[in-house]
């Protein structure tokens, strides 16, 4: 089946723009993670979608970022006023739904967007 | 807090030689699951197996075997007879059972190269 799908593959920008990113997941898979990876920083979480619940937003380094997810698929990452430090590999993961004990579904992950900030 | 260390940074072996990747993990928790992804210079992270806290049985899929050893925090990944087609950067992660999300925290991942 389709995997785990991001657009654009490649998204190049002007410091002080705002910048979206599409992730949309596995069919029936109502987990939903963004990760970016950068350079200095490696892997790094930065917010989880789970069904109708509120998301948790704990790893998003800033207030100029957000993400959104609509009608429990799609979701997109939203940049605004774009720095060069954000520049990086922004990567969305989705599983299935949370069993009996968290942690234990498998993470599937996307190609990623790569973002330059210039 | 999880934490989860990848000493090697960079291996490079000669094709068919055996190569093993180190993973020590750091949680509180009892109950936790291990990962090892493998990013190929397409990017894509692909997952390659999954091992919960329970279960300490080593497991073998075909060149691939892990060791999983909770005295040592340690899940270590060997290739066995490596292939050029292996060379990639490889991550190990921790996601823990408790807490508000299942997330995944990763090691800083090993770059493997692998010469003809």
């Known amino acids: 089946g389709a995997g785990v799908s991001q657009s654009p593959s490649n998204k190049v920008t002007e410091k002080g723009k705002d910048v979206e990113l599409r992730c949309d997941p596995i069919?029936?898979?109502?987990?939903l993670y963004w990760y970016r990876q950068s350079l200095g920083q490696g892997l790094e979480f930065l917010i989880y979608?789970?069904?109708?619940?509120?998301?948790?937003k704990s790893g998003l380094p800033s207030d100029r970022f957000s993400a959104e997810r609509t009608g429990g698929s799609v979701s997109t990452l939203t940049i605004q006023r774009t720095q060069q430090e954000d520049s990086a590999v922004y990567l969305c993961?989705?599983?299935?739904?949370?069993?009996?004990?968290?942690?234990?579904?498998?993470?599937?992950f996307g190609p990623g967007t790569r973002l330059l900030v210039l | 807090a999880q934490k989860v260390t990848q000493a090697q940074t960079e291996i490079s072996v000669v094709e068919k030689e055996d190569v093993t990747l180190d993973c020590v993990y750091e949680?509180?928790?009892?109950?936790?699951?291990l990962f090892w992804y493998k990013q190929p210079p397409s990017g894509e992270l692909v997952f390659l197996i999954r091992?919960?806290?329970?279960?300490?049985q080593n497991e073998i899929s075909g060149r691939y075997s892990w060791n999983f050893q909770k005295s040592t925090s340690s899940f270590n990944f060997t290739i066995t007879a490596s292939q050029v087609v292996d060379s990639a950067v490889y991550f190990c992660?921790?996601?823990?059972?408790?807490?508000?999300?299942?997330?995944?925290?990763f090691g800083k991942g090993i770059t493997l190269s692998v010469r003809p």
């Open positions: 091992r919960n806290s329970f279960d300490e």
């Open positions: 949680t509180r928790d009892t109950t936790y699951y």
């Open positions: 993961a989705s599983s299935l739904p949370p069993s009996g004990q968290r942690g234990r579904e498998t993470q599937y």
């Open positions: 069919s029936g898979h109502t987990a």
């Open positions: 979608f789970q069904g109708n619940s509120a998301p948790d």
């Open positions: 992660a921790l996601s823990e059972a408790t807490g508000a999300n299942s997330k995944l925290t």
